[in-house]
Structure formats: C-alpha cells, structure tokens
C-alpha cells in the first residue's frame, strides 16, 4: 500500500495522505513520496492546481514520532534531514479532514486555499516542549491575525479556527 497516492483529474492533481492507522504521520518515506508527487506536479504542465488530502479521521498527526526513535535507536540509522518542500508555482489547496498537527498544520499553512471539514482541528504541540513551529511563526499570523496565533501557538491546544480556515494567505 502506497503511503501517498497521488492522481490526476483533468487540470487537478491530488495527493492522499494513505496511512489512517498511523493518522497519516509523515515519517521518512511518507516524506520522500510527497516531495516526488510534488515534483511530478511542479513538472506537469498540463496539472494546474494541487489537492492535498488525508484518509481516515485525519488530515495528518505531523512528524511520525515513532519513525524518528526507530530511527535513532537502530544503530546505524539514517538520520539525515527530512527532505524539504520543493517550490511550487502553481495554486496549492488543503482539503482538512480532521486533525492536523505540528507540522502538517505548517504545511497546511504554506497552501493559498484552506478548506476545512467542520471536525477540523489544528495545534501545534511540540511548543509544550520548548519548540519554536519554524513556519507556523510567520505564515499563521497572516492568515488569522498575530493575536489569535500568538494564542494558538502559546496554547498549543487543539482549535478550530473557523471561519478563517477557507482564507488564503
């Protein structure tokens, strides 16, 4: 089973998020998959806009935690760098599902459109333990105000930030 499925329809190209018994975490391969249908999009002339999705009851839980300490604690590991975000010139959509946390909700952040299921819920967790979340410090006040990200982050509680969630950035 493919972790991240990507399909074209029409002009549309989508990318699913395909591991619920994991809510979608995206660990190393998971990462690799969605930087090659990234690429594969950003090549595609003939693909205009990019859907990202999640099955199950999630959008994505963030970084797999269990990926990492399997990693880690391997001997030997491969402890290289998650690959980063390729750019991308054409129009990017988030379809939120459900959860999304740390940094899936960057992710979601860097999208132009968000477009929430009304059991949508974000947070960004890792700042309960002393994590600054990189992009969410200065995409996430562009999209629902300083105010209400410097609570969000400081909480780093589960919200649901409607109705700015369909906004572009």
Not at 28 to 33: G, L, P, Q
Not at 34 to 53: G, H, K, M, S, V
Not at 57 to 86: N, T, Y
Request: charged share 25%; proline share 7%; with cysteine.
């Amino acid at each position: 089973m493919a972790f991240v499925e990507y399909e074209k329809r029409g002009h549309v190209a989508i990318v699913t998020l395909n591991r619920p018994d994991r809510l979608n975490a995206v660990g190393r391969e998971v990462s690799r998959a969605l930087r090659e249908a990234e690429n594969d999009f950003a090549q595609d002339e003939d693909a205009w806009l990019l859907i990202y999705t999640g099955t199950g009851r999630a959008f994505s839980a963030g970084l797999d935690l269990k990926d990492r300490i399997d990693r880690q604690g391997g001997g030997g590991a491969d402890d290289r760098p998650i690959p980063a975000a390729i750019e991308i010139t054409k129009p990017t959509l988030a379809a939120v599902n459900g959860l999304c946390y740390g940094m899936a909700f960057e992710m979601v952040q860097r999208m132009d459109i968000r477009i929430c299921a009304d059991v949508a819920s974000f947070a960004m967790p890792e700042v309960k333990i002393g994590v600054v979340p990189p992009t969410g410090i200065f995409y996430l006040p562009r999209i629902i105000g300083r105010s209400d990200a410097l609570w969000m982050m400081m909480r780093a509680h589960p919200s649901m930030p409607r109705p700015r969630c369909g906004r572009g950035s």
